[in-house]
C-alpha cells in the first residue's frame, strides 16, 4: 500500500478552474497517484478510475506539469476502435513511435479503452484476450503502466479479466464535483452551427468523443439524467450525420427515439423522428424518411404543437418533391407556409417560398415560380442571409434559362457564383459553373468569361478553363 506525500496544491500550477476543483476534491488519491508514478519501475499496473470521463484530460496535465513528475516522460496511447480485441500486439506497434526521452522515466498511459470494454456484450473479447496474454506484458512493456477508464469499464476489467486484474498494483478513483459536470455537458450540448451559414458545418471528432464519453456518465435512473441522455443521443446523431456517418447517426436517433417512448417525453419523441426522417432524406430512402416524418406530424398534432408542425410539413414537402408528386409537395409546403404566416415567423417563409418555386418550375408554371423565388429572396435579403441568396439567384438563373432569356439567366447564375465563392462552398460552385458553360457554349459571351476571372481572381484564359472543364 502506498502511502500519500504531503504536497500543497500551490506547488501544481493551476491553470484551469476544473482541474483546481477536482484535485481539490480529490487530494489524497492524486497523492497516491503521484506516489504510484514515482516509485513504479519497470513493468507495474495501475487504473486511473473516474466517474467523469474528461477528467482523465485534466488530470493528465496535472501529472505532466506537477515538479515532482519532471523527470518522468507520460505518453498517452488512445485505443479508440470498439472492436478491438489483441490490446498487447496494439501497445507493441505504438511504442515505436514514441520519441523516448532517454533522460526521464517513461510512463504509458491508455486511454479510450471503454469502447471495446463496453459496448461488447458480455466477455468482451479484448478481456478476454488479456487474459491469455497476462504473462507476456511484463517481457513486452517494461514501463509502467496506468488504464485510464471511466469506472463503468472498471468493473467490466474486473469482472471479465479476473486474471489480468489480479496484477493490479493500484487503483485511484476520483470523484468529479457534479457542477463541474454538468456545466461542461450543457456547453457540449449547447453546441450550434454558424447562424450565418445555412449549411451544416462538419463536426470535429475531438467534440463527439467528448459527447460519447458524456453520454457514458449518465444512467437512466433520474428524469434529469434521462433528459440530458436525450439531449446527447441527439447531438450525436447530428454530429454524426454532419460528417455523412449516416450509420451511426441513425442508431443515436433510434436510442434516443427509443428512450423518449420509454420516459413518455413526447416532444423528444418528435423531435427525433423528425431527425431521422432527415438522415433518410439524405440517403434518399424517400419512403423510409416519409414515414419517419409521418410519425412525427402526428405527435405534434397530439401535442398541439403547432409551430414544429411547419418544419415537418416542409421537409415532408420535400420528400414528395424527390418522388416527383408535385401535387402533394405544393400542398405540404403551402400547410407550412400558412403555419409560418400564422406564428409571425417571417425568416422561415423563406426557405418555404423557395421551395414552391422549384415545385412551380418542375410543373412549367414559370410566373408562379418567380413569383415565389422573389418572395425568397426579398425575405432573405431583408434578414441579411447573404449566403441563402445565392441559391434562391441559382434557381432564377435556371429558370430565365427555361424561358430562354440567357442575359437574365447569366446575371443570376455570376450573382450566385459570387455568394457561393465567398462562402468556399465547392459544391454549389460547381454547379453554378456548370449551368454558366451552357450558357458560354452558346454565346460565346468574351463578357462572362470576364466576370468569372473577377469572381475568382483569374486570369481570362484560365476562367475559360474553367467552364470547358466544368
Known sequence: MLSPEPSPLSNLPDRHADLA???EHNQEVFQFLLAFVQMSKGFKVGFIEVNFPPDVDLLMMALREHPKCAGMQFAVLRFTD???????????????????????????VLQGLEKAIAYSGDNPPILTNLNYARDSFP?????????????????RLAQFAPDFWAW??????FETLPETRDRLTSQASSYSHDPNRSFAKPERSDRIDLLERLLQEYPEDTEASSRT???LLNQLGKSHQSIREFEKAKFYFQ???DLSRESNYKREEASNLFALGDIYLDIREYGQSKKYLDQCLKIEEEIGDRYSQASTYHQLGIVA???????????????????YIECDDRYSQASTYHQLGIVAQDLQEYEEARQNYQQALAINVEFGDHFSQGSTYGQLGLLAAAEGNLTESRQNLLQALEIFAQFQDQHS????????????????????LESISQVFGISVDQARQQLESS
Open 321 to 339: 418533391e424527390k418522388l416527383r408528386e408535385y401535387e402533394e409537395a405544393r400542398e405540404n409546403y403551402q400547410q407550412a407556409l400558412a403555419i
Open 255 to 257: 436510442q434516443a427515439i
Open 429 to 448: 460552385v460547381d454547379l453554378t459553373l456548370r449551368n454558366l458553360s451552357r450558357i458560354y457554349q452558346t454565346t460565346q459571351d468574351a463578357n462572362l
Open 168 to 173: 493490479t498494483s493500484s487503483t485511484f478513483k
Open 82 to 108: 470498439p472492436d478491438l480485441r489483441f490490446l498487447l500486439e496494439a501497445i507493441k506497434e505504438e511504442l515505436p513511435k514514441i520519441e523516448i526521452q532517454p533522460d526521464k522515466k517513461l510512463v504509458l
Open 21 to 23: 476543483a477536482l484535485l
Open 229 to 231: 441522455r436525450l439531449e
Open 139 to 155: 517481457v513486452a512493456i517494461p514501463h509502467p503502466l496506468l488504464f485510464a477508464l471511466p469506472d463503468y469499464a472498471v468493473t
